[in-house]
């Protein structure tokens, strides 16, 4: 042999660590090939079912040793509760007999095909690989004898069942502060219960669809989503994240989206500052908005509104929903951030409406739970610590004739009045040791009227005395409160239910006629609620007018967030 190609050729105990390479991978692969890797050909329809259940708890068992998949392309989001209810089924097959499906694999089929309408994401519960699939199950008759192939689409289809059982009664979003309740956490028992419904009743989409909320509300904007679907734009634009980590990997993405609607002509290189400037202000004129260049929260909030992304906020809305109470109160207090609006439901009917303002996006308005405790005439202000520390202390500092001047009053732990000019200011700057008050009257910040309901932000709804601000379309504008126009309504709506619910023998000290006395003498007056109507604080982007859905600005960037989280990938 030529010495040359020799030298070119590992030496004879050079092949031992190779082979033993070698031999080791091989038994490696042989123990991850999953067992549906190849065709299991059944020639007899007969013995289908038989394989099948053989196979189904040998994919399981192989699952539970690679995180839940069952193929290089297929992954079971609910493995847990898939193999328990195989488990306790005998490993039995259950959406198809003898080679053919039943009429209830069918309906799971259409319905994951057209989940879209209930606000969900087909492809989360394997659409697209069950239509591959049941393509060649139907449509090639080798497939067809194919007992791997059935397994897979029986698994798939439980699995799509059992992930749409939890995202139909508790959406997909992590449960909050405000949400965590005895029935927040769905069981592996739950999904199986209603899993055993259909199969036993075969009745499918009425099972899913009695696991929806019952708020009219949500009823209504899932009812607006077949013609937001029909009139669609289903093209999927780059969404800009903003602001941002990566200062190169934001101006590719801003470039790429600026080039998809034809604002930049290029993709091939970075543009320079002037290029990118002149794309973005070609962008603000086709909206008619100021063509500034300047890159915004809300230039690239309008940038990344596209259809596909309202689809987003609309099913984070529905999610929303189904964070509330799965029974409602009969009648309750509801307040909508961005929306600016506060409703008072009555067996869901709107019996009265206000526009609000509610919390800047430095200081937020929360979303709560709570009940109207009681109700306050004339109030006195006593100012949070929050303001004191940004706005008042500063002023303070200045001059401490500032409180005078705003009508305020500084006051110590005894409730005494304390004279501002004799407090060395400057030694404070997380806060003081003192209150400040402003005295009731006409001109108070909270107006001539208080409701108060426990919660632990100390917010509270109230008139105010800058009535004026109710004209504005967007009103975020406060403190963290919500300032109610039509807070008298819903005084006299308060007494009013008052009233009404009186026990036999029961007296009440106050009714809307009191009220008006009250505040026509301008009486500070602290009256107490009997019955405690809820009230809940939402932040809700979306919903459903005379069968067409409406949006709104998305003003503290929580759609942002959730989008961001969990809605990223999906289209």
Known sequence: MNKKFTRLLPQQNDFTPVLLMLVFFTISGCKDLHPASKPRIVEKPAEMDANVT?????????AEENNGKINDSVKLFSLHTVAEFYKHNDYKNIWSKDEHWLPLADSLNEFIK??????????????????TLKGRLDGDSTAKTDANLWTKADLMLTDGFILLT?????????PDSITIAADTLLTDNFSIKNLKNALENNRLTAILDSLEPTIKSYRDLKNGIPAFL?????????????PYKDSLGFVKNLQRRLFESGYIGFINKLPDSLQLANGIK???KAKGIKADALITIPMIRNLNTSDAERFKRIAITLDRYKQLPEKMPVKYIWVNLPGYYLQVWDNDTVAMYSKVIVGKPTTRTPALNSRITDMVTYPKWTIPNSIIKKDILPALKRDPGYLARKGFSLLDG???VVNPYTITWAKYSKGIPYKIQQGSGDDNALGIFKFNFNNPYSVYLHDTNQRYLFKN?????????????EWEKLAFYIARNDSLSLAAGDSLSYNSDSIKTWLASKERKRIVVKDRLPIFIRYFTCECKDGKIIFYDDIYGEDKSLREKYFAAKN
Request: a positive charge.
């Open 54 to 62: 053989d196979n189904i708890q040998s994919v399981l068992q192989y």
């Open 414 to 416: 005894k409730g005494e």
């Open 473 to 485: 379309a967007s009103r975020a504008l406060s403190h963290g409160c919500v300032r109610v126009q």
């Open 230 to 242: 029909d009139s669609m734009d289903r093209r999927i634009y780059t969404y800009v994240s903003y």
């Open 114 to 131: 057209h989940s879209e309408s209930y606000g969900l994401f087909p492809n989360d519960y394997h659409f697209k690989e069950l239509q």
């Open 282 to 284: 070609k962008f603000q």
């Open 166 to 174: 939890k995202h139909l009664k508790k959406g997909r979003l992590q």
